[in-house]
């Protein structure tokens, strides 16, 4: 499993996700910066990260911050917001190469922003579809939603008026 660019895989990413060029809002409705890239799973092709630059001037290259894609949520037309203040994504840890981060990288960026690594979700959904796929269902299990509950002892009312 790896990470690369969007823009530098040419994938047809679904219209969901084709967000570069989307302005990030912060928690104070204030816009931080623009989305330059998206970090894909290449196998996957489900956004990791989004790639921004805050800070820069004219030729003056900013810094590049990785964003966690759970840590964003589809605002208005062309808008991400996240729950953070602009001084927190100005801190946020930034890896030695952005396009390249290692696993110690990102597990401090996830931290950081407090969100679940993708790792760790890809691992529970990978072990669901596993159990569903063995057919193995444990019937001392109780039911998980409302329409799985049997109904019992059901009668039917009879409505004819004499």
């Known amino acids: 499993m790896g990470l690369v660019t969007a823009s530098s895989a040419n994938f047809d990413l679904p219209h969901y ?7 990030i809002y912060d928690n104070m ?5 623009d989305i330059r890239d998206l970090l894909i799973d290449k196998d996957t092709r489900q956004p990791r990260y989004a790639i921004i630059e805050i800070g820069g001037l004219l030729s003056i290259k900013g810094k590049v911050v990785l964003i966690p894609w759970p840590a964003l949520v589809k605002g208005a037309m062309s808008r991400m917001d996240i729950n953070c203040s602009e001084e927190l994504i100005m801190g946020a840890p930034t890896p030695l190469d952005p396009l390249a981060p290692i696993r110690a990288e ?4 996830h931290s950081y922003f407090n969100t679940e690594p993708y ?3 890809d691992k529970e959904e990978e072990d669901v579809r596993r159990k569903e796929a063995s057919g193995s269902s ?3 299990q109780a039911p998980k939603t409302v329409d799985d509950i049997p109904v019992e002892k059901l009668t039917l009312e009879n409505n004819e008026s004499d």
């Open 17 to 23: 996700n084709m967000v570069i060029g989307y302005y």
């Open 29 to 33: 409705d204030k816009d931080v910066a």
């Open 106 to 109: 990102e597990e401090f960026i």
């Open 119 to 121: 790792w760790e979700t």
């Open 138 to 140: 444990d019937s001392s």
